[in-house]
């Protein structure tokens, strides 16, 4: 009877080894998952697309982030403003508001 005891515990001994070892090398092997807290902490923000006023063939224009391709292009020809403001639109101007878009536009239009 005693002999039967200690294989029955060795073997059960066994099994409970082997189901945690199964555990532990999935565990192992998986990857691990981080807390939403953890998660969002390396979530960078989107930046807002930078806007610029500038020249598309020959009119005045506002692109939206790196794009060459202009968001609107406005029916005013540029090359009737005064050198220095067709040289600020050349390299483009940084759009901060709505309200600067419009003046821009107003003063450049006008």
Known sequence: MEHTFGITFAALFFVFLSVFGLFAVKDYFSPEEESPAAETAFIEEPEEEKL??????????????????????????????PAED?????????????????SLLEDFMS
């Open 52 to 81: 610029l006023l500038g020249i598309f063939e020959g009119k005045l224009a506002l692109f939206a982030g790196e794009s060459p391709y202009p968001n609107r292009i406005y029916d005013f020809l540029t090359r009737t403003l």
């Open 86 to 102: 067709q040289k600020r639109l050349a390299n483009g101007i940084i759009i901060e508001s709505e309200e600067e878009l419009e």
